[in-house]
Nanobody, 120 residues
Framework: VQLQAFGGGLVQPGGSLRLSCAAS????????IGWFRQAPGKEREGVSC????????YYPDSVKGRFTISRDSAKNTVYLQMHRLKPEDSAFYYC??????????????WGQGTQVTVSS
């Protein structure tokens, strides 16, 4: 079971990025997937989640209306589309999976992250 996040990079404030979370060894549709981020000196923060049960999504207020999580079953990939990026969105972004059916449980499988830097 492996997860890999990619798609990060350097973007100007107000710009957009789309992160991808790809899996090998299992089918993402059967898992609840979360995106997390961690900036230097800060605690890890959950920024999005999509449940395996009914596709319910979750976003904290800090990203609500700017970030969108979605699945592409054919590609076994979960995306995090990020718009109107702010410097405070700069962090290392990770995707994670759990067999739980909701976004409230603990995530068991963690992928390699990708760096997002928002700067002019």
């Amino acid at each position: 079971v492996q997860l890999q996040a990619f798609g990060g990079g350097l973007v100007q404030p107000g710009g957009s990025l789309r992160l991808s979370c790809a899996a090998s060894g299992f089918t993402l549709d059967y898992y609840t997937i979360g995106w997390f981020r961690q900036a230097p000196g800060k605690e890890r923060e959950g920024v999005s989640c999509i449940s395996s049960s009914d596709g319910t999504t979750y976003y904290p207020d800090s990203v609500k209306g700017r970030f969108t999580i979605s699945r592409d079953s054919a590609k076994n990939t979960v995306y995090l589309q990020m718009h109107r990026l702010k410097p405070e969105d700069s962090a290392f972004y990770y995707c994670a999976a759990t067999t739980g059916h909701t976004c409230t449980g603990a995530f068991v499988y963690w992928g390699q992250g990708t760096q997002v830097t928002v700067s002019s």
